[in-house]
Each structure stands twice: as structure tokens, then as C-alpha cells.
């Protein structure tokens, strides 16, 4: 999948089911593999990334098998060996683009007595790797990596993992998770302390599996995690919901589509990822959440979205690790709102897939959007209608191989007076496949040609 165009669509309708969500689709996985028997998943994302999650944990002695003929389904079984019993992989373990992947695993491996070595493509090995080695190190590990902390690098898994008290220095739910998943292998409590609320899917999956941990509340209002070591995991059935950060997509292409209503059935509503739908109704965007249930301790809903008339606002900092990866499709939204939508604490944007603020405001840029980047504040001043578009006034975006900036300037041309066309769609597998056709089928023109 080369370059892509994406022309202004008529109104969207009818209900599709995004894929799987793939931070739960890693953690299934991964935990799924530390657990004593089999595992079942169904909705499991079958994109890239978590593939090479799947092919790392058959590299160190899991079975992990699809279920034959399972053509929705998206059935998975994992055989689980037991905390501790992965086996040393022979080879390099190639994460591809998947940061969630890669973070994860060396916190699995930072407690098991073996030797393996990551990398990935090259925007993960531009990635910063020294936030997950800090506390993985005082758990025990030794990491050796020659590129100022960044992949390839190879972990040597402590033999005796400690257990650690840390407080996060950022608010990352991979570090968060990476600490959690090395605290399995220790004996006694670890507990990691964050700054700010994020996605707690790790947490409520190692609860399902059957783990001790606890959350408190610390003076200062942080969160603190513990987690007590050396469980017997037991495994368990978990039904994948919708990814919220996928549903994004045609959610924000329904509202500034006008005449559109769509329905996007069995989405994850974790609190720590639902920042984009409280972000665009404050805007004033109608989106209606109904049938509300539970999976494998996560909540999900049904949504329904109607085309609204969106006003500009401003996205306080603390909402950040709430949307973290919504902010390129919400800069669409905000290009078509009335008025200056400002987005305030965008600094861990730069170290995503690619440099996501620059790449997004140079995106916006070439579409005819008003658009400054001060500090770590973005500021999108909206058209109040119909951006202008790609075509007529600039060239072809440069996503930077990032699967968001891909997907969310192709919603920009559903959306805009002229078509948008990107440079290429290559990533887009990684976290949404069968998105051009899920988005097409809703009534969006997105078609292959060459720009
Ligand atoms: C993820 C956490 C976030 C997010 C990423 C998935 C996860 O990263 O951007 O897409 O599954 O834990 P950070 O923890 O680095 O913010």
C-alpha cells in the first residue's frame, strides 16, 4: 500500500466494528504466555505489531495458535509455560514498530535468568529505551546497549529479580507495565507510583489472571500500584474490545462529515483512554454511549456518533496520558471546529512512531490549517467548516511512516473542500488492518492511485 488519496465523502452511515485494541491484545498475549495452561482470546488484533509480539513469545518456547476457520473470530489460543519458564530465544527478537511490544517484553525478560536482544524498524530503534532500563536495572536486570540507550539491545535477565518501590518519572503506561510485568518474577511487593492516571490495562489483566495487586492513593493524590510477586497465574478467557484509538478514526470522520451517523459497536472505554470522547464533547460533538458491560475486567460500550457543528477549545495538560494517541486525528477535528482549539502538554508526542507534534502541524500546515506549535502546546485554528484540504494549495503529506498521521489526515480529506492525499499507508497496518475498506464501506472515498 503505496500513496493514498482520500476525497471529501458524501455522509457516512452504518455500524462497523473497529479492530481489536491493541495494548489488551499485547498484555493478552504476554501474560497470557506467563500463565500456568492455555489461554483463549477472541477479538485479538491481528496487526503487525502485536504479531511480532506473538513471534517474539514462539521465539522463547510459547505455543500461540489462531483458531482454524475462524474468520471473524479472531480466535487465539497461548500456552502458557509459567512465570520463569520462558525459554533463551536463538536469534534477535524484531519487534518491528511496536513500542507497547518491545517495552513490555523487557520487563518480562528483565525477570527471567536468560539472554535475549531486541530491535525493530527504524523508528523503534529511535525510540528512547532508558526510561524502561532506570527501574529495570534496580530490579536486577543488566542492560547493554551501545546506540545511548536505544534498540538493538541486548537485556541479561536477573537470575534473583528484586522487587522495587519506583515512582515513574513520566506518565507511561509501558514503563508502568515493564516494572509490573518484572515484579512477577520477584519475590515480595513492587510497587510503581505514577504521577498522573494512565491506561490500567495491565493491571486489570494481571487481576484477571488471577495476581494480587492493589491500588491506593498516595498523600500527594498519585496513584500507587503493588503488585505481589511470584503469582501462580492461572489462565483465563478474554474477549477483545474494539480499540477506542482505532474507533478515533471514523468517530472524528463521522462528526466533521456533515450528515453523517454512524454506529461503532463493543469500543473499550478503560477510563485512561476515553480523553478523546470527553475532549470533543466538550466541543460539542454528539456521541452517545449505551449498552455499557464488562470483559475480562474492562468496560466496554456501543457509540453512536452524529455529525456536529464542533466549537474550539482548550485540552488541559492533564488530559495528555488520557488521549495520548489521540491528538492527530483530534487536530482534524479541531481544523474543522469554529474558532482556536489549544492542546496544552504535547511533549511526549515527539518520542511516538514518529515526532508526532512536528509531523502533525506540518500536516495540518499543508492542508490550508492554521496551525502553531509553542512549547509543547499545539494551537489549531479551526475553519468553522470544511478545512481547505491537500490538493489545491500543497502536496502530498508526509506521514513519516506513522500509522496515526496516516490514518487521521485520510479522515482530513473526507472532511476538507479539496482531496488529501498521503505519501504513503504502509503503517497502517500496525495497529488497523482492513481500514481503508472499514472506512470506504461507511461511504469514504480512499482510493489507491498514485498521487
Ligand atoms: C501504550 C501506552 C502509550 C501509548 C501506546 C500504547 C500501552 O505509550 O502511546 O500506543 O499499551 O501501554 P506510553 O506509555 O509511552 O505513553
New binding site residues.
Given amino acids: 500500500m503505496r500513496a493514498l488519496t482520500s476525497h471529501p465523502a458524501a455522509p457516512l452511515s452504518g455500524a462497523v466494528r473497529p479492530p481489536g485494541d491493541?495494548?489488551i491484545s499485547?498484555?493478552a498475549v504476554i501474560i497470557g504466555a506467563l500463565a500456568v495452561g492455555e489461554t483463549v482470546v477472541r477479538g485479538l488484533l491481528e496487526g503487525e505489531d502485536v504479531r511480532r509480539t506473538i513471534q517474539a513469545m514462539r521465539a522463547m518456547g510459547v505455543a500461540a495458535e489462531r483458531v482454524d476457520g475462524d474468520e471473524n473470530g479472531n480466535e487465539w489460543r497461548i500456552h502458557g509455560v509459567g512465570i520463569g519458564g520462558l525459554a533463551p530465544p536463538e536469534d534477535v527478537l524484531d519487534l518491528g514498530n511496536s513500542?507497547?511490544g518491545a517495552?513490555?517484553l523487557l520487563g518480562v525478560l528483565a525477570g527471567h535468568p536468560i539472554t535475549a536482544t531486541l530491535t525493530g524498524d527504524a523508528s523503534l530503534r529511535a525510540r528512547p529505551m532508558d526510561r524502561i532500563a532506570e527501574p529495570l536495572v534496580m530490579a536486577g536486570a543488566r542492560i547493554d546497549a551501545r546506540r545511548g540507550c536505544r534498540l538493538p539491545l541486548t537485556v541479561i535477565g536477573a537470575a534473583e529479580p528484586m522487587p522495587i518501590d519506583y515512582r515513574l518519572p513520566m506518565?507511561?503506561?509501558?514503563?508502568?507495565?515493564a516494572v509490573l510485568l518484572a515484579g512477577l518474577s520477584a519475590p515480595g511487593e513492587t510497587s510503581v507510583v505514577e504521577p498522573a492516571p494512565?491506561?490500567d490495562?495491565?493491571e486489570r489483566m494481571l487481576v484477571h489472571f488471577g495476581a494480587d495487586l492493589r491500588v491506593e492513593e498516595e498523600p500527594d493524590g498519585a496513584r500507587r500500584i503493588t503488585l505481589v510477586g511470584q503469582p501462580e497465574l492461572a489462565p483465563a478467557e478474554i474477549d477483545v474490545p474494539a480499540d477506542i484509538?482505532s474507533a478515533a478514526f471514523p468517530l472524528v470522520a463521522a462528526l466533521v462529515v456533515p450528515g453523517s451517523e454512524i454506529d461503532l459497536p463493543g469500543v473499550g472505554m478503560n477510563p485512561g483512554r476515553i480523553g478523546l470522547i470527553q475532549t470533543l464533547r466538550d466541543m460539542g460533538a454528539e456521541i452517545e454511549t449505551s449498552g455499557e458491560r464488562e470483559a475480562a475486567g474492562e468496560p466496554i460500550a456501543d457509540l453512536r456518533v452524529r455529525a456536529s457543528a464542533l466549537q474550539g477549545i482548550e485540552v488541559p495538560a492533564e488530559r495528555a496520558?488520557l488521549m495520548?494517541?489521540e491528538y492527530p486525528i483530534l487536530g482534524v477535528a479541531a481544523a474543522s471546529a469554529r474558532g482556536r482549539t489549544v492542546m496544552r502538554g504535547l511533549g511526549?508526542l515527539r518520542?511516538?512512531e514518529s515526532d508526532r507534534l512536528a509531523a502533525l502541524a506540518e500536516g495540518l500546515a499543508a492542508c490550508g490549517v492554521g496551525v502553531e506549535v509553542e512549547g509543547d502546546d499545539l494551537i489549531v485554528e479551526g475553519a468553522g467548516g470544511p478545512p481547505p484540504g491537500g490538493v489545491a494549495v500543497a502536496t502530498t503529506i508526509a506521514t513519516r511512516h506513522d500509522h496515526r498521521l496516516q490514518m487521521s489526515f485520510l479522515v482530513m480529506g473526507a472532511a476538507a473542500q479539496q482531496p488529501v492525499a498521503i505519501d504513503h499507508g504502509g503503517a497502517i497496518a500496525t495497529s488497523f488492518p482492513g481500514f481503508v475498506d472499514l472506512m470506504n464501506n461507511l461511504g469514504a472515498k480512499i482510493d489507491t492511485e498514485a498521487a
Fill in positions: 491493541k495494548s499485547h498484555r513500542g507497547t517495552r513490555l506518565a507511561s503506561a509501558q514503563v508502568k507495565s494512565t491506561r490495562h495491565t484509538s496520558p495520548i494517541d511526549e518520542v511516538k
